[in-house]
Structures are given as C-alpha cells and as structure tokens.
C-alpha cells in the first residue's frame, strides 16, 4: 500500500521468505516502484536510508537493535513511522530517537487487532 503512494520504496527484511513473499506481492499487484533488500537490516538501513525522506519501521518485540538506531540516526529521515506491538520497547526507542536524535513525536495512534487481550499495536510519528 505504501509503494502505491510513494515515488520508490525499499523493502528491508532479514527473513529472506519474507523477502520472496513481498516480491510476490508486488508482482501480483503489478508494483515496480518497490525494490527488496535481504540481510541485517542495520546493514540495510545504513545504504537505504540516507535517501529516504520517509523511513517505516516494523521491528520485532525486543525493539530496535542499537545498530539500527544509529544508522536510523545518521541517515536522518524527515519522518519517521514507527509500529510497535511492545509499548515498552517502543518507549526506550522513542527517547533515543527524540532525545538524542532531535526528532520530535507527534503522534501515537493505538490498534486493538488482538480484541480481549492485553496485546495493544501502536504507530509513533516522529518528525526532524
């Protein structure tokens, strides 16, 4: 969805099948602005980002390694979406990134997808 309403994205997963799945779906949805990256994404994210103006981050439970942060940091995208399914987690990120990254916070938006759980989803919007 977001390739459809940007100019080029790039996808950076370090599951390789998630890689092939994404390939999939954007052929079937005919999507050729959208290039996949396997590998670490703090890897990844060190070449992609520095021409990013819109970085989307989907990291797992634990959060953000420290190594993506820091090239999240030093390739200084204008905005930042971050999803995060630890509240916890997304906190410790949050103040890295504002605190020492100068990126202000503007929104937090919660998602319920786990009805009747203590599970909450939310997206953190940041800009520079």
């Given at each position: 969805?977001?390739?459809?309403?940007?100019?080029?994205?790039?996808?950076?997963?370090?599951?390789?099948?998630?890689?092939?799945?994404?390939?999939?779906?954007?052929?079937?949805?005919?999507?050729?602005?959208?290039?996949?990256?396997?590998?670490?994404?703090?890897?990844?994210?060190?070449?992609?980002?520095?021409?990013?103006?819109?970085?989307?981050?989907?990291?797992?439970?634990?959060?953000?390694?420290?190594?993506?942060?820091?090239?999240?940091?030093?390739?200084?995208?204008?905005?930042?979406?971050?999803?995060?399914?630890?509240?916890?987690?997304?906190?410790?990120?949050?103040?890295?990134?504002?605190?020492?990254?100068?990126?202000?916070?503007?929104?937090?938006?919660?998602?319920?997808?786990?009805?009747?759980?203590?599970?909450?989803?939310?997206?953190?919007?940041l800009v520079?």
């Open positions: 969805p977001l390739a459809r309403q940007a100019g080029y994205c790039i996808g950076l997963e370090s599951q390789a099948a998630a890689i092939e799945q994404a390939r999939h779906n954007a052929a079937i949805n005919q999507i050729k602005s959208v290039d996949f990256r396997v590998g670490p994404v703090e890897t990844q994210l060190a070449e992609a980002a520095n021409a990013a103006d819109v970085v989307v981050l989907d990291p797992p439970r634990k959060g953000c390694a420290p190594a993506v942060l820091t090239a999240l940091l030093a390739a200084k995208p204008a905005r930042i979406a971050y999803m995060s399914c630890n509240p916890t987690t997304l906190a410790r990120d949050l103040k890295i990134l504002c605190n020492d990254g100068g990126y202000r916070l503007t929104r937090v938006q919660p998602a319920d997808f786990f009805p009747q759980t203590a599970h909450v989803e939310c997206v953190a919007f520079a």
